[in-house]
């Protein structure tokens, strides 16, 4: 299901922490690297897309939906 649909997610509780920790270790390791972060709104499908298509490394921090096995 995209946003909008008959799901409403909530924010994870720790998200923006964990993306900073993870920036700053990249960082440290990775002094030269362009770092991109998108959130809440502006984490789109596009946008995400856009971001990452020459990227090695990526990070995702998000909501897992669980379909039955009988439902995949």
């Known amino acids: 299901l995209r946003a909008g649909g008959a799901l409403a997610w909530k924010f994870l509780p720790g998200t923006k922490k ?10 440290e390791c990775n002094p030269n690297a362009v770092v991109k972060s998108l ?3 502006e984490a789109t499908e ?21 379909a039955k096995a009988s439902e995949t």
Not at 18 to 27: H, K, N, S, V
Not at 54 to 66: N, Q, S, V
Request: glycine share 2%; hydrophobic share 45%; proline share 0%.
């Open 18 to 27: 964990e993306t900073e920790t993870i920036e700053a270790l990249f960082r």
């Open 39 to 41: 959130s809440k709104a």
């Open 46 to 66: 596009a946008a995400i897309r856009r971001a990452v298509a020459d990227k090695r490394y990526l990070h995702l921090a998000t909501h897992g939906f669980f």
